[in-house]
């Protein structure tokens, strides 16, 4: 027998958690545990990160145990167990990038935003991530920053890209 | 409001009335919109057409059309003009009235926005003039430019649906897998198993209900042709996942793609829905008494799930981890029911083969590899882009004739296929015709159609340790020759490149890659070597110069290089001075600038930002670092230039 955690009520909002937000994902797709990597998508989508509370209650109401959620969580890139900044800067290091060099142009980020891949700073300003291919291999190597594209930019555009920004 | 297709003579009469339509139009302007020219704002050049056709009220006689990926990425954002085919090139939002002016009003070419043929320097205005295009055969990828992926009309006007509709009315379930069987249509997502002889096991095997998957977990970095099929023209996936669904017997389509694929996720169920408004998907297609649904699932980010047991699990909502495969998806798939799984590109050629016939197929092609395959043509070459070709075309025909050789005039390296599961090849079998089996015999593969380009600048240990630290991080590490393999051979590789090798190091690394080879568990653990092991094989000398010499002579180990300034070169600027991240370099003005190696940390901007007719930044392959000038040194060359 699975040990559920009780649920909070519905709509509830407790542990800084909007479980309506919540709840309405998961009715989404009927609480169908086959479902359950798409509700995480969701949840991480509109939440930007996976917090406890929030698997608890998905355990819950998909009657699916903690550490398979936990296990899926862990497993697939797409998914934070931590808040994220409130921008995101994604590095591509695909082979075509790489190639062309990536490695220098990390190596330039990382200083500018006194940020390691997967780090965010103490102001939730920038989250820096890696990402496998953006599939924009001729602007290569190329990076997003706020949801825009920039191929190659210099230590000078860096910054200026970042001050730019909330 | 859409009318329900009620019959194949609704759809004959439906593309009948759309036609019409569309040659109220005497011109399109197409643009690309796929995630390479949206990247350089193409969108923006879109809405630039539609203001100004406006403007100048041509928007009852000329229409924009918003498509998908036109493959030459390169030298996008792209606009192409019908029915003259003229194409555009870099288009800027400002020359939008210039081209509306000049070429939809007086049917002039605009001439600096034509491709430039570097060998002939002339300008070719049309598609068939430009090198880029002359070898290919855009028989799957060619309808993009045809079709809005956000409209089913279009697909409709360019045939699409014909197939099924054949099908539905001429064609027994049997006839079509024997059509495809005929046709000789094996997967193009790297395995190249014949897919008529897969639907065939699946159409056999006992269980119900059966299911057929379009595999869009299309994760080797560097290769989009599945995505930009995806984005670009959905509708040819579903119909083809459709007819596959009709000869094996499958009411119930899976589509699995990649998270990171927004436009196609975006597209997708606009297609679904568009097909299902029209009665093209759903119960009773066409008045046939056939039914077919089609499910997106979307993928999270691994690797290992595009694995076709992998991706079955996912679809379950299981972790996506594959599991041994004694008894075949084909037979006992999700939920232990029979599932026959195909890559985009694979389920895209399925009505072009019932449409055409599978003698038109096997017209195209080699002997063992039948049609065309799209690759994906990146790196150091000169023009980035997706290209199709025939199979049997040879790597330097895709590389120097249709790529245009390699960029900055540098000299070609290698080129590594099959992504992260291929290997490199060098120059001395660049005359190899490219098809399923051919590069199989040198170390690499065909693989998906991943294509990275590498020149003299590259070093094949970097590249080497690039893809094995990638497979490192995607191993699922459910067995123990891919996780503990790749650890190893990413220690080694490290210690390597940082100039801690050891000569029995490589000894150890082809142990380790044939223990993988023989153990792994999937497709993924037994090529996980082949990078390591192809790049040994022919670039040994590279790995002996880290090893013995401490040296990077491609000059790109991090840990291995030098940067230096020219004393004899340098201006005193200040450029690198100020961008220095670390304030690694030294000087003032009129003062030779000097590099403080224990600061540098080697991010190259030095060297990015030095003005290239100064070029006074140079990299070392290795140390020890010479002794810089003395601080203070005055700049020599302007006063030469004085």
Not at chain 2, 166 to 177: A, E, F, H, I, T
Not at chain 2, 555 to 572: G, T
Request: glycine share 10%; with cysteine.
């Amino acid at each position: 027998m699975v040990q559920l955690e009780p649920a909070p009520k519905v709509g509830a909002v407790s542990d800084n958690v909007d479980y309506r937000t919540l709840d309405e994902i998961i009715d989404g797709y009927s609480a169908d545990p086959s479902m359950l990597i798409q509700i995480l998508l969701d949840v991480q989508k509109k939440m930007h990160w996976l917090s406890k509370p929030t698997l608890r209650r998905i355990s819950a109401r998909l009657q699916v145990p903690l550490t398979r959620i936990t296990r899926i969580a862990t497993f697939y890139t797409m998914f934070s167990l931590k808040p994220q900044g409130r921008n995101s800067v994604q590095v591509c290091t695909g082979t075509a990038c790489h190639v062309r060099g990536a490695t220098e142009l990390l190596t330039r980020t990382e200083n500018v935003l006194g940020l390691k891949p997967g780090e965010t700073d103490e102001e939730m300003k920038f989250t820096l991530k890696t990402v496998n291919c953006l599939g924009c291999c001729a602007l290569g190597p190329v990076m997003t920053m706020g949801g825009a594209y920039h191929s190659n930019p210099s230590v000078a555009d860096l910054k200026g890209l970042a001050n730019a920004l909330e | 409001m859409i009318k329900k297709l009620k019959s194949i003579q609704d759809l004959v009469q439906l593309q009948t009335t759309l036609v019409a339509e569309q040659e109220s139009f005497t011109r399109t302007v197409a643009i690309c919109e796929g995630t390479g020219c949206y990247a350089y704002k193409s969108s923006v050049v879109a809405d630039a057409f539609v203001e100004e056709l406006k403007k100048l009220k041509l928007d009852r006689t000329i229409q924009v059309r918003r498509t998908g990926c036109h493959g030459f990425c390169e030298r996008g954002p792209m606009a192409k003009i019908f029915p003259e085919k003229v194409f555009y090139f870099q288009v800027k939002p400002e020359d939008v009235p210039e081209i509306v002016e000049k070429t939809l009003v007086h049917n002039e070419y605009v001439e600096r926005l034509l491709f430039l043929d570097e060998k002939t320097g002339k300008r070719c205005p049309h598609q068939h003039e430009i090198p880029f295009y002359q070898l290919q055969n855009q028989v799957v990828f060619g309808k993009n430019v045809l079709i809005s992926p956000k409209n089913i009309e279009d697909y409709i006007v360019a045939g699409g649906y014909s197939a099924l509709a054949k099908v539905l009315s001429k064609m027994s379930p049997v006839d079509v897998l024997e059509e495809v069987k005929k046709a000789d249509l094996r997967g193009r997502g790297g395995g190249g198993f014949p897919a008529g002889v897969k639907w065939e096991t699946t159409r056999n095997a006992t269980g119900e209900p059966k299911y057929v998957i379009v595999n869009a977990d299309e994760g080797d970095p560097g290769a989009y042709m599945d995505r930009s099929i995806l984005e670009g023209n959905p509708h040819s996936v579903l119909e083809g996942l459709m007819l596959g669904g009709y000869a094996i017997g499958s009411t119930q389509g899976f589509i699995y793609v990649r998270q990171e694929y927004t436009t196609a996720l975006e597209n997708l169920p606009i297609a679904i829905a568009q097909a299902k408004q029209l009665g093209l998907l759903g119960e009773n297609i066409l008045g046939s008494g056939f039914n077919f649904d089609i499910i997106i699932h979307q993928g999270a980010g691994a690797f290992v799930s595009g694995e076709s047991s992998a991706l079955m699990s996912a679809i379950e909502g299981k972790v996506g981890e594959p599991r041994p495969k004694y008894i075949r998806t084909a037979i006992k798939g999700v939920w232990d029911r029979p599932s026959n799984l195909n890559n985009v590109e694979t389920w895209a050629n399925v009505p072009l083969i019932i449409n055409e016939g599978a003698e038109w197929f096997r017209s195209l092609g080699t002997e063992g590899s039948k049609g065309t395959k799209i690759f994906s043509l990146v790196g150091k070459v000169k023009y980035t882009g997706l290209v199709e070709v025939p199979m049997g075309v040879t790597l330097r025909q895709i590389v120097f004739d249709v790529g245009g050789g390699i960029r900055n005039n540098k000299q070609f390296k290698a080129v590594q296929t099959g992504g992260p599961s291929g290997g490199c090849i060098p120059e001395k079998y660049l005359d190899l015709p490219v098809d399923f089996d051919e590069l199989t015999k040198v170390g690499s593969m065909m693989g998906s159609g991943g294509m990275i380009v590498m020149d003299e600048d590259t070093c094949m240990v970097d590249v080497a340790k690039y893809f094995t630290n990638f497979l490192g991080d995607e191993s699922c590490g459910k067995c123990i020759p891919c996780r503990e393999g790749l650890r190893q051979m990413k220690r080694i590789l490290k210690d390597i490149t940082e100039g801690n090798g050891q000569e029995s190091d490589l000894e150890v690394l082809e142990q380790l890659g044939g223990f993988m080879k023989a153990a792994a568990l999937c497709a993924l653990g037994q090529t996980a070597a082949n990078p390591v092991l192809s790049t040994m094989k022919y670039f040994r000398e590279e790995y002996e110069a880290h090893v013995r010499d401490k040296q990077c002579p491609a000059k790109v180990c991090q840990k291995l290089i030098i940067y230096l300034i020219d004393p004899e070169k340098c201006l005193a600027c200040g450029i690198c001075l100020k961008q220095c991240p670390t304030e690694a370099i030294l000087g003032e003005k009129k003062v030779v600038h000097i590099v403080n190696q224990e600061k540098c940390i080697k991010c190259g901007t030095c060297y990015q930002v030095c003005p290239s007719k100064i070029g006074a930044v140079t990299k070392l392959a290795g140390g020890p670092a010479p002794e810089p000038v003395a601080y203070g040194t005055p700049v020599v060359k302007k006063e030469r230039a004085k």
